[in-house]
């Protein structure tokens, strides 16, 4: 038995480690996944016309705008808390306006070269 739990745990460790391996992307680049600053940029597309909230808000905020995976969308109140938004009325961004709107006027207006031509689309976690 303590042979199976110490082969477990070496799996579980192992696992985990490779799964945090990745490519880090940041806001303004493909793939990117949280809150986006809409600012001056044209107005978004929107996944529901409706801002969503899983937790009742005290002190009523201006809505945020999120760029979220689509399963993030779906189990939206699973997934609130890992972008810090449970308590926050939310649009969720339309993924093609996110790539081919935000994405090129963000790199414009920072200086930043357009990520959206040299790479294709990343799933990855926001962050």
């Not at 745990?9 to 809150?35: C, E, H, N, R």
């Not at 890992?82 to 009325?89: D, I, K, L, P, V």
Request: hydrophobic content about 30%; charged content about 20%; overall charge negative.
């Amino acid at each position: 038995m303590n042979r199976f739990l110490i082969c477990a745990l070496v799996a579980l460790t192992t696992s985990t480690a490779f799964a945090d391996v990745g490519v880090s992307i940041s806001l303004g680049q493909p793939g990117f996944y949280g809150q986006i600053d809409i600012g001056d940029y044209p107005p978004p597309r929107l996944i529901y016309t409706e801002p969503v909230i899983v937790e009742q808000v005290v002190v009523v905020q201006q809505p945020i705008y999120l760029h979220v995976r689509q399963d993030h969308i779906q189990h939206w109140d699973r997934h609130c808390q890992e972008y810090g938004a449970c308590n926050q009325r939310v649009y969720f961004v339309d993924d093609g306006w996110y790539d081919t709107v935000y994405v090129p006027t963000y790199g414009q207006k920072h200086g930043k070269k357009d990520h959206h031509k040299d790479s294709k689309h990343k799933s990855k976690d926001h962050h």
